[in-house]
């Protein structure tokens, strides 16, 4: 299996800041100025985005042992520049015991094993 996923997001935001309040108790903004008061609006946008590009490999033989391998390369913009992209890897092993003849003829198990 091979694949890629790609996400983007952009937000954008207003709101306004002042240096001094007439009182800590605020039910409007312009209540609570005073004529000293400094209002300054502010806005923001923010663009975000992550890559990964992913794989895996499954192996097996015999139906009974198995090996799967897989990997990952994932990039986030939020991340200084030199940094975004980083790889992950991985491995699992399996071994179905139950496949194995010696065990087929034992009544080790409650299970019924075919």
Known sequence: M???SYEKERAEG?????????TSDIHSVASTLTSTSTITPTDAITVWALGSYFSRLNYSYKEKYLVEVLGRYDGSSRFLQGYRWKPF???SLGWRISEE??????????CNIH
């Open 2 to 4: 091979i694949g890629a």
């Open 14 to 22: 207003f709101g306004v800041r002042s240096n001094t309040l007439s």
């Open 89 to 91: 890897y991985g491995t």
């Open 101 to 110: 003849s010696w065990l087929k003829k034992t009544e080790i198990l409650l």
